[in-house]
């Protein structure tokens, strides 16, 4: 097997992590994509080798680079090019690039989404937020809050929860999430 051969049989696996990670089926996939569940789920078994017809939508989809999809060697370019990504009306700028684990985002929510919450959602995991900059609604169960920059929250997302801007600023929060329901940080005792 060269070199090309065992690239293009490590994209299934890749592929599979990927949508795993984001907690998409492969019917929302092919909804998103355009691609059909078969050829989809063909890609991540290895019986189908990808192509580039097939790998950009998908790049587009998990917002990632092609690179990262077919693990391509380092450039020896350190700088990190992050790529925003538009979700539910907020900009989405994911500032960690592994697999797993708590992931790290800073998010810009529109100015006047607080005013009209929709239905609160809930999921497996759980987030911590940290407010940059504007005035950040959270509905969170029973409770409405507001807080300010330079103020957290921290919640089990299997809570109802739901946020957005108030004010006449966007709001810029720093959000770490843990799909698997990983806190955020463990508290240090105080050495004897």
């Known amino acids: 097997m060269d070199e090309l ?5 490590a994209v299934g696996p890749r592929l599979r992590a990927l949508r795993k990670q984001r907690n998409t089926t492969l019917a929302d996939l092919a909804a998103e994509t355009g691609i059909s569940v078969s050829t989809l789920s063909r890609l991540e078994s290895g019986d189908r080798k990808p192509t580039l017809e097939l790998l950009l939508p998908l790049a587009k989809a998990y917002a990632v680079t092609l ?3 077919v693990g391509a060697p380092p450039t020896g370019d350190p ?4 790529r925003p990504v538009q979700r539910h009306g907020m900009t989405m700028l994911p500032l960690t690039r592994r697999a797993g684990g708590i992931q790290a985002f800073k998010l810009i929510i529109p100015t006047g989404s ?3 919450p929709h239905e609160p959602q809930t999921h497996e995991g ?10 950040l609604r959270i509905i969170l169960g029973e409770h409405d809050f507001i807080l300010e920059p330079g103020e957290a ?15 006449p600023e966007p709001v810029e929060i720093l959000s770490l999430f843990g799909t698997q329901g990983e806190r955020v940080h463990l508290r240090a005792r105080p050495k004897n």
């Open 5 to 9: 051969d065992q690239a293009l049989g």
């Open 67 to 69: 690179d990262e999809m």
């Open 79 to 82: 700088r990190i090019h992050l």
């Open 114 to 116: 607080g005013n009209r």
């Open 126 to 135: 759980y987030d911590w937020m940290y407010v940059l900059t504007g005035r």
């Open 153 to 167: 929250a921290e919640f089990d997302t299997r809570t109802p929860h739901w946020f957005g801007a108030v004010g």
